[in-house]
């Protein structure tokens, strides 16, 4: 997509961080921006700092766990602006850090809730609207370099990081020829709000949860993020993207050789095998005609 000029972007987590910046970059430039959050506070603070700059903006608190809710936010966003979503940013994310041993159900529901649950969610809902829009459109979701392998303290989000990505490379294999982009950012560390994420918890997951809320380590996670990319500069990498159509958007080039080496640590795992070659293509060989032939019938995996 060249040109955004003139769309309407709904932003999740818009009132903070990462999504507030993708707010202010792409309302700059002339989007009509909906941001939606689920703290009313900080979306009235964001809406107000958006109009300030003269940005077209529609803010709609919105858990974006809830997919009854997703629909009338929607219909609400295109009813304001009279034109249908067509640059969806699945922003909103949450973390926790704690010893995954000691991890509760709660623990694992709030963090794939949101941060899985509410990327299906959004693109359940607008996905179907872009196409039948016939507009073209882009999706935008946001992942994590946490999201390429484990962690010993923050494994559930890794794991829904994870899964994003996977999920949002599918969708790149599909849209891109129906006129909709895909792009997905994995960060590493953005000047943002997330280390209070464990404020926003909703009570019912706060149960014999695992997640530290340690101030220390709140503390320190604070100046680890304060450190990091300005969410501004972010959202311009994100338009870069979409303007040139790429999937991968990975700006924090300190973190390649960590990526690199992880995947090199990975592809050893074969170096332990020495299997029959004959009998390896022969498996290879069966699995390309069985592509070959569901690809003919026209759903192929
Ligand atoms: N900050 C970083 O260093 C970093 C690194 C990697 C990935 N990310 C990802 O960036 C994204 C944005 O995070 P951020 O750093 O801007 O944090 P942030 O806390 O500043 O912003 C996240 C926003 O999401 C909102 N939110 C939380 N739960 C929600 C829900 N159920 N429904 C709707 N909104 C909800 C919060 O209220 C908040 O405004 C997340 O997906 C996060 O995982 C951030």
């Known amino acids: 997509m060249e040109d955004v000029t003139g769309r309407v972007a709904l932003i999740t987590g818009g009132a903070s961080g990462v999504g507030l910046g993708q ?3 792409f309302g700059r430039l002339g989007c009509r921006v909906a941001i939606v959050d689920v703290r009313q506070e900080a979306l009235d603070e964001a809406e107000a700092a958006l109009r300030v700059e003269g940005i077209d903006v529609h803010a ?3 858990d974006i766990r809830d997919r009854e809710a997703w629909a009338d936010v929607v219909d609400g966003v295109e009813e304001r602006f009279g034109d249908p979503v067509t640059l969806l940013f699945s922003t909103a994310g949450v973390n926790g850090f704690g010893p ?10 709030w963090i794939l809730g949101v941060n899985l649950g509410g990327v299906v969610n959004g693109i359940q809902t ?7 829009a016939g507009r073209g459109g882009h999706l935008v979701t946001v992942a994590s370099m946490a999201g390429f392998q484990g962690s010993a303290t923050a494994a559930i989000y890794a794991a829904s990081k994870a899964a994003v990505i996977t999920l949002m490379e599918s969708y790149a294999l599909t849209l891109p020829a129906q006129g909709v982009g895909v792009s997905l950012l994995c960060p590493a560390s953005v000047r943002t709000d997330i280390a209070r994420a464990l404020d926003r918890r909703p009570a019912e997951f706060a149960m014999e949860s695992s997640f530290t809320d340690d101030p220390r380590f709140v503390s320190l996670q604070q100046q680890l993020y304060a450190g990091g990319m300005d969410p501004i500069e972010l959202a311009e990498h994100v338009h870069a993207a979409i303007v040139h159509d790429r999937f991968w958007v990975l700006p924090f080039t300190e973190t390649r050789e960590g990526l690199r080496a992880y995947f090199d640590s990975v592809l050893a795992g074969y170096d ?19 592509r070959e032939a569901a690809r003919r019938l026209g759903d192929a995996p």
């Open 23 to 25: 707010a202010r970059v």
């Open 60 to 62: 709609v608190v919105l």
């Open 100 to 109: 995954l041993e000691k991890a509760s159900y709660a623990d694992f529901d």
């Open 126 to 132: 607008v996905l179907p609207r872009i196409l039948s």
């Open 272 to 290: 332990a095998f020495d299997t029959d070659p004959a009998a390896a293509a022969g498996r290879a060989a069966a699995f390309a005609q069985y």
